[in-house]
């Protein structure tokens, strides 16, 4: 199957609200950062699921502990059981986003890369849009 099928079908799979909300991130996210764009099905080399499914948006190379490297997305999207997670890969610091765009965002978990929420009604988009571009500048 086709990346953008595969997209297009993960998307459509979520039930309203949450279907209309994920297809204006995805939207808005392509404007952002138009280059390479991937799919992950959320399963390991023996078809288990090990995570949600997410969409994947930009490149960059991770670097593990041991000194192994790996190609992946700087900026992730993902439906969860409560609502919608955006995931910014690269931060160093675990602590930047919950400090900088935290109290701004709105009803949102932030962790060190990862900001959650409910319903795109329930934060500032304003603020996400920033806090995206922020992840894609630490990933050039």
Not at 8 to 14: G, H, K, N, R, W
Not at 35 to 54: H, I, Q, W, Y
Not at 65 to 74: D, I, P
């Amino acid at each position: 199957m086709n990346l953008d099928l595969q997209i297009a079908d993960y998307i459509a799979s979520q039930p309203e609200p949450k279907r209309s909300e994920m297809q204006a991130l995805h939207d808005m996210i392509q404007k952002i950062v138009p280059s390479k764009l991937r799919f992950l099905d959320g399963k390991n080399a023996e078809n288990k699921t090990v995570s949600n499914p997410n969409i994947g948006y930009g490149s960059q190379t991770m670097k593990y502990a041991g000194g192994k490297t790996r190609e992946f997305y700087q900026i992730g999207l993902s439906a969860n059981t409560t609502g919608i997670s955006v995931y910014i890969m690269g931060i160093e610091d675990k602590k930047y986003l919950a400090e900088t765009y935290g109290a701004k965002l709105g009803k949102a978990s932030v962790s060190g890369y990862c900001i959650k929420f409910k319903t795109l009604k329930d934060i500032d988009i304003d603020t996400l849009e920033a806090a995206i571009r922020y992840g894609i500048g630490q990933g050039q």
